[in-house]
């Protein structure tokens, strides 16, 4: 299986992911990202934290930059929807 | 022969010539696994080095780590608590070295010497609490205290300050995705109690580290002292 790196990055600084994690393909790396996004929204809600600036850079075996995964990608559209109409002045 | 492992340790001298005839040396290599689920248990291993993790299974593939055992303990707990099997999955996670014992003559030595009997029912107790603990911790901790935690539990079993641990691994451990052990690590590494690099985490501030645990960490550690004696 091919080995894709989620590397995080937040704009300002990067968490390399050094080990990297075999997956069936792209898609299945995508889904990991987005599962792994609604976990750290879990913690970050209980610790009142807003990690909606950072993404997952999904980087295949060979270093090339695959896809990105933003934070927000993984939460309910509908929560995403209210959140972005309430942000409107 | 000088017993590593604490439980051999702690056994007065005739108790340990009445084992030392049927330990057997035994490397423990990183994903040996040593007791399967449902299948019969025929050793018993006391590691002398290393760590094995215990896991309740979810299925086929999956689980989570609910026990820790390394030179603190023994692997085949069953067999002491007149049972020949668990659902649980035993392996090893940090190669080691240690002793093991054929399963009937363990049971035969149980019953004929009481004093080994009641030194291992104490090391029960003393890994029930540290389950207990685990569930604490799963139900009440950040994964950064939880990593602490398990952190310390993994420094106290070996002598130096290198564990040798994949994040895969870790994620396992603490029933996590890797990336939430990933950023665990890096929060960790940020305030100074570890380095982390590929497959090795470094302890730089044990102290540190136990308070950030908070009460994850301590009781199960102060109950083994109190069972059997000296834990690191």
Known sequence: MPLFFLHIDDGTQKIEDEEGSEHPDLEAAREEALGSARQLWAAAILKQQDIGARRFVIVSGNGDIADTVEMDDALPRSLLDRLKMQSRP | ?232
């Open chain 2, 1 to 232: 022969m000088t017993f590593n492992n604490r439980l051999l340790r702690a056994l007065p001298p005739a108790d340990q010539n009445v084992l030392r005839p049927h330990l057997r040396w035994s490397e423990l290599e990183r994903g040996t696994v040593l007791v399967s689920p449902d299948e019969p248990i025929t050793h018993v291993w006391f590691p002398e080095s290393g760590l094995s993790s215990i896991i309740a299974m979810a299925g086929n593939d999956q689980g989570i780590e609910v026990g820790l055992a390394g030179r603190d303990g023994l692997i085949g707990m069953p067999l002491l608590l007149d049972a020949d099997r668990t659902p649980h999955r035993i392996f090893m996670q940090v190669t080691g070295v240690g002793y093991n014992i054929d399963g009937d003559l363990f049971r035969t030595v149980l019953d004929e010497h009481a004093g080994i009997r009641k030194l291992l029912l104490r090391y029960v107790q003393a890994y029930s609490t540290q389950t207990t603990y685990t569930a604490l911790s799963n139900a009440m901790h950040t994964v950064e205290e939880r990593l602490a935690r398990w952190l310390l539990m993994s420094h106290d079993r070996q002598d130096d300050d290198e564990i040798p641990l994949t994040h895969d691994f870790l994620a396992l451990m603490l029933g996590v995705r890797r990336p939430s052990v990933t950023i665990a690590l890096h929060s960790l590494e940020g305030l100074g109690f570890i380095k982390a690099t590929r497959g090795l985490i470094v302890v730089r501030k044990r102290e540190e580290l136990e308070e950030f645990a908070g009460a994850g960490y301590g009781v199960p550690e102060a109950e083994y002292e109190r069972l059997i004696g000296q834990l690191r």
